[in-house]
Structures are given as C-alpha cells and as structure tokens.
C-alpha cells in the first residue's frame, strides 16, 4: 500500500483547520494530565517504598496486577518460566 503525500497547503477549508487544531489542543492536554498522573503514581510507589522499604520494582509489578485483576495469570506465567528456566539453565 502506498502512502499518500500530503501536502501542507491541502487543508485550506478554515473549518477543517480549526477541527485539527481542537485535536491537537484536546491530545495536548489529554497527554498532560497522562504525565501527571504518571508522576503521581511514581511519587506515591516512591514514597511507600522508603516507608515499608520494599523495592519499587516489587510495588510496581503489584500495581499493574492489582489494576489488570490478573494475579492468577501472573502467577501461571510466572511458574511457566521458573520450569522453563530451570530445565534450560540448569
């Protein structure tokens, strides 16, 4: 499949410009407020760490399972590649 040149002078139609100039502005904040939830969750995931003094990467593994409600396939995966890792490595 080719793919089609698009030239910059081809939205000349004001109303169309304005429509993908409202998608960027509306992308625009949407990836601002993504970052700033991503700093909370770090700063929240940094902050229990010091406190409990778990690893971050044990926290951060809890809480995508614990947001995907996917321990059981976590668990499965897990014993897969333990029994998989032994029968090679050892």
Request: hydrophobic share 40%; with cysteine.
């Amino acid at each position: 499949m080719a793919i089609q040149q698009i030239s910059i002078n081809q939205i000349t139609n004001p109303a169309d410009r304005q429509k993908l100039l409202d998608v960027l502005k509306e992308c625009s904040a949407s990836k601002t407020r993504i970052e700033a939830e991503r700093d909370l969750i770090k700063e929240a995931v940094t902050n229990i760490s010091g406190e409990l003094k778990l690893p971050k990467k044990i926290i951060n593994r809890m809480v995508k399972v614990y947001h995907k409600q996917n321990f059981d396939e976590e668990v499965a995966v897990q014993e897969q590649f333990e029994t998989l890792y032994q029968n090679i490595v050892k």
